[in-house]
């Protein structure tokens, strides 16, 4: 047995987690761009949630296994909980949309998922840098993403309004609000996420 195990690498797990959230978006926009084989499309976005399941518990059971970590445990561990919010979240947009039998997408959902899509990107990007060590530009990635939650903050009060001025049915007015906050909140979490990349570079760069 090793006195001192070989240092866990679980920026190369963030990166894997980063990646797992473009995929989603990339997954998401398709299914309210096109809007067809929606429970097919649905199960495929269900899919990348569970992967990022297991590399949250991943990273969590390398951490409690861990004594010496390269950062603060709570920032590994605060970093690992964000990434897997913006997942759920996602997740539970596509859930609704099977489970209220929506038939068709909004201009507004397509935006605010396209503007998630270049959140994750940036996302990315980030964890990224600090996988290589790399803190140049981290900074930049980290205000995109507030740019653009600001952008989605905005989508979808004027997404509220549209629905509440020109759909009819209440029940349609419920469940495209349920859908659009799930969207928003992810966005959000996408902002906590960066909150945790500049707290890490500000410490350690």
Same mark, same amino acid.
């Given at each position: 047995m090793k006195l001192f195990p070989k240092e866990i690498d679980f920026f190369e797990i963030f990166d894997r987690a980063a990646l797992n959230i473009m995929k989603a978006t990339e997954l998401l926009v398709a299914l309210m761009e096109k809007f067809d084989?929606? /429970?097919?499309?649905?199960?495929?976005?269900? %899919?990348?949630?569970? $992967?990022?399941?297991? !590399?949250?518990?991943? *990273?969590?059971?390398?951490?409690?296994?861990?004594f010496i970590t390269p950062i603060d445990r709570e920032d590994l561990h605060a970093?690992?909980?964000?990434?897997?919010?913006?997942?759920?979240?996602?997740?539970?947009?596509?859930?609704?949309?099977?489970?209220?039998?929506?038939?068709?997408?909004?201009?507004?959902?397509?935006?605010?998922?396209?503007?998630?899509?270049?959140?994750?990107?940036?996302?990315?990007?980030?964890?990224?840098?600090?996988? /290589?060590?790399?803190?140049?530009?981290?900074? %930049?990635?980290?205000? $995109?993403?507030?740019? !653009?939650?600001?952008? *989605?903050?905005?989508?979808?009060?004027?997404?509220?309004?549209?629905?509440?001025?020109?759909?009819?049915?209440p029940i349609l007015i419920i469940k495209w609000k349920e859908i659009y906050e799930h969207l928003e909140d992810a966005s959000d979490k996408c902002e906590d996420v960066a909150n945790v990349i500049e707290s890490i570079v500000l410490k350690y760069a």
């Amino acid at each position: 047995m090793k006195l001192f195990p070989k240092e866990i690498d679980f920026f190369e797990i963030f990166d894997r987690a980063a990646l797992n959230i473009m995929k989603a978006t990339e997954l998401l926009v398709a299914l309210m761009e096109k809007f067809d084989n929606v /429970e097919a499309r649905a199960k495929e976005i269900y %899919e990348v949630e569970q $992967e990022g399941d297991i !590399l949250t518990h991943e *990273i969590m059971k390398k951490l409690n296994k861990t004594f010496i970590t390269p950062i603060d445990r709570e920032d590994l561990h605060a970093l690992a909980a964000s990434l897997d919010d913006v997942l759920d979240l996602i997740w539970g947009a596509v859930d609704r949309i099977v489970v209220f039998r929506i038939k068709e997408s909004t201009p507004e959902a397509v935006s605010m998922s396209k503007d998630l899509q270049l959140t994750a990107d940036m996302l990315h990007k980030a964890i990224h840098k600090l996988k /290589e060590k790399n803190y140049s530009h981290v900074q %930049e990635y980290c205000i $995109e993403i507030n740019r !653009l939650e600001n952008r *989605i903050d905005r989508d979808f009060r004027d997404a509220l309004g549209k629905l509440f001025d020109e759909v009819k049915d209440p029940i349609l007015i419920i469940k495209w609000k349920e859908i659009y906050e799930h969207l928003e909140d992810a966005s959000d979490k996408c902002e906590d996420v960066a909150n945790v990349i500049e707290s890490i570079v500000l410490k350690y760069a």
